[in-house]
């Protein structure tokens, strides 16, 4: 029987950066997952599936070196970021506010996977079972015993990065609390008559808000807010039908467009009753599913990795048994607060622009001019969405 001292099921972006950073402290890792991501080919369409990442995930892809890869495939830098409902409440972050050079980067979310996975292939401590599933797991005091399709493999540590309807969760009775919005989002990627742009923007509508993401060149990709039955209406749409209505629900500083390609998801809110169950840690979207509204998941769950790392090296130098079941508990304690504090940000941020009583539209767009004349507030808060 292999045994490890660390299993990660779910080899996505999170799952592939928490083994990497796990195995960067000297302990031995494998990797459970379904399927490996298709190679990069530098002429292939863009896919719709895009992360913003922040700086502080940024450093982490770094440390990892993954992000030298990433840069080299295609990135789109974003420098500022801008926010309205009424014109005259046009709000414009900016990374000068920061003395950052930039805010972030436009990633393709199968381009940060296939790198990191070149760095898991490469690596001495990381073994990666693909394709494999897992069949079930059972722990007492020593270890954790992962039945997979094809064998039986032994750990001091199981994380569950198997994504928002985590198998790993449910198998370790781990409940949730949560909610549909009643929601969905559309993303649709878009040709455009402008050059490549360095800012992402958000235009606030009664139906919900619709969102641009700076590409690479003369590419875009554009989110769209709506109820579900106008989604699943505009989903239905011939690319050509689709871009009739984009030009008319979005803004004109859009300019012309030609669309690519779509698909839509429901949205929707999970956080997990505990991070934690004896040798079984959540991360990523196993733990917490947020409002995509400002592109956040992702970063939470580098984040996630992070601390989880910085806690497991902090007991290491210690001389401590970073296993130790009362060690792990550290993790969600560094981590649920700071989840659960965006978590709220969006859903205020989501059900503030959503109300249609008069009073609050004027609150919220008061506040959004507010934060024009406010610099010191407006930079601390964007520093703190960065994670620097």
């Known amino acids: 029987m292999d045994k490890f001292d660390c299993v990660v099921v779910g080899g996505g972006m999170v799952g592939a950066a928490s083994a990497l950073s796990i195995a960067e402290l000297g302990l031995k890792v494998a990797v459970i ?44 830098p974003y420098r500022r970021l801008s926010v309205w409902e009424l014109e005259s409440a046009y709000t414009e972050f900016s990374s000068a506010e920061i003395n950052e050079q930039h805010l972030g980067h436009i990633v393709e979310n199968r381009l940060i996977q296939l790198s990191l996975w070149q760095q898991i292939n490469a690596h001495e401590n990381i073994a990666l079972y693909c394709p494999e599933s897992l069949f079930g797991f059972e722990q007492n005091d020593a270890y954790v015993s992962v039945q997979l399709s094809s064998q039986t493999i032994e750990t001091k540590l199981l994380i569950a990065a198997d994504g928002a309807n985590s198998q790993v969760r449910q198998l370790a009775n781990i409940g949730t609390t949560g909610w549909d919005y009643q929601q969905a989002a559309m993303l649709i990627n878009v040709e455009t008559e402008l050059n490549q742009q360095d800012i992402t923007w958000q235009h606030f509508r009664e139906s919900g808000p619709v969102a641009m993401l700076p590409m690479l060149g003369h590419h875009a990709s554009l989110v769209w807010y709506h109820d579900k039955e106008e989604i699943s209406r505009l989903s239905n749409l011939s690319n050509e039908q689709l871009q009739s209505a984009i030009i008319e629900a979005f803004p004109a500083k859009l300019g012309k467009i030609n669309v690519i390609d779509k698909a839509s998801f429901p949205l929707t809110r999970r956080h997990a009753n505990q991070y934690q169950n004896q040798r079984v840690v959540l991360v990523g979207d196993a733990a917490h599913t947020i409002n995509p509204l400002a592109g956040q998941g992702v970063n939470l769950g580098f984040k996630d990795v992070k601390a989880l790392q910085e806690l497991l090296a902090k007991a290491i130098g210690e001389g401590k048994c970073w296993h130790d079941i009362d060690v792990l508990a550290g993790y969600e304690k560094a981590r649920r607060r700071d989840n659960l504090l965006m978590m709220s940000a969006m859903d205020m941020l989501y059900s503030g622009f959503s109300h249609p009583s008069s009073l609050i539209k004027i609150l919220r767009n008061t506040g959004l001019f507010m934060a024009n004349k406010l610099p010191s507030l407006k930079s601390k808060a964007l520093a703190y969405a960065c994670g620097i």
């Open 33 to 76: 997952e379904k399927s490996a991501p298709t190679p990069f080919l530098q002429n292939q369409p863009f896919d719709l599936r895009v992360s913003a990442i922040s700086l502080s995930s940024q450093f982490l892809l770094e440390q990892l070196n993954a992000w030298q890869q990433i840069k080299q495939w295609r990135v789109c």
